[in-house]
């Protein structure tokens, strides 16, 4: 069983031909709202990926509030530990470009109500061998209580580096297993502009620091990792984009799910990059991830 502790978002989703430069302003080609949020989008993925789930967040009590949540209960992810708080629900404000590389600006809303009372309360209801999987779209202070009380339950902790926040690198150290991108492995690591020999030296001293499995993802290079001192990659599928957005959510809650079934380290990888490149093909961050179906055909 997985926890997801985290974010939940209503995505306001702009497409344009190509994204704007500072002080442009560009003519967009279509409108969309959808279902996201880091936290919704990486439990939606784990529960699409066969686990049984459970969201702990929180909405506002205005009129994103319902659809935000609708996707996750629709699939059956437990919501009991999903607050209704006064004020707006999260909102993120999406630009899509033609190439499928987007823009987002986040407005945390209900997301920043989250505490570590919150996180104490959603480890306490875990068991020790479930899973709990956290991003940084809450408050820092309740992203470590969850970590803190997770380590003391015996219970194994995947924290998704986004989106980077200056505290990445503390809380960083504090999860079994860290998911970061380039940019925030980066952060992570203390090094900028890191070349691929760079980065592999970076993950083997991490690694020998600290025993976290570490995992970066390439975007179209797939991912490396390192787990008992071996370095693991894998590869997605080769695609054009049409909407990245989502994508790391759906590879981090494959991921967690692949783990939670008890898969290989390696299986667990590729089915979470395949996972990831299908939520590339269709727009929006929910409605992109796939079913376990789609994705073991490619396997
Ligand atoms: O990772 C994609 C997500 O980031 C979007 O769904 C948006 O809500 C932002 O949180």
Do not use: W
């Not at 609708?70 to 059956?76: F, I, Y």
């Not at 992810?77 to 987002?104: C, F, Q, R, W, Y």
């Not at 570490?214 to 997605?236: F, N, P």
């Amino acid at each position: 069983m997985i926890t997801v502790f985290g974010s939940i978002n209503m995505d306001l989703i702009a497409t344009t031909a190509r994204l704007p430069k500072p002080g442009e302003t560009v003519a967009g080609t279509g409108f969309a709202t959808a279902a996201g949020g880091k936290g919704a989008n990486q439990a939606l993925a784990a529960r699409r990926a066969g686990s049984t789930v459970n969201m702990a967040g929180a909405v506002g009590k205005d009129e994103f509030a319902a659809p935000a949540i609708a996707l996750l209960s629709e699939a059956g992810t437990g919501l009991s530990k999903v607050n209704h708080v006064d004020g707006p629900t999260g909102t993120a404000l999406i630009l899509v470009g033609g190439d499928g590389e987007n823009m987002i600006a986040v407005v945390p809303g209900a997301n920043g109500t989250v505490s570590p009372d919150d996180a104490e309360a959603a480890v306490a209801a875990m068991q020790p061998k479930d899973i709990l999987m956290l991003q940084l779209e809450v408050p820092p202070a309740a992203v470590e209580k969850a970590l803190d009380a997770a380590r003391k339950k015996g219970i194994r902790s995947v924290l998704n580096l986004a989106p980077l926040i200056a505290d990445a690198p503390h809380l960083g150290r504090l999860a079994d297993i860290v998911i970061a991108n380039e940019t925030e492995f980066e952060l992570l690591a203390g090094q900028e502009g890191m070349t691929a020999g760079d980065r592999e030296a970076a993950l083997k001293r991490l690694h020998g620091e600290t025993g976290q499995t570490l995992i970066v993802t390439l975007g179209a290079d797939g991912v490396i990792a390192i787990r008992d001192g071996e370095l693991v990659r894998a590869k997605g599928l080769k695609i054009e984009p049409v909407d990245t957005v989502g994508a790391g959510d759906t590879f981090c809650g494959y991921f967690a799910a692949s783990l939670d079934d008890g898969l290989d380290f390696e299986t667990s990888l590729r089915r979470a990059a395949i996972a990831g490149s299908l939520a590339c093909l269709k727009a929006g961050a929910q409605p992109s991830i796939p079913l376990s179906a789609e994705v073991a055909n490619k396997l």
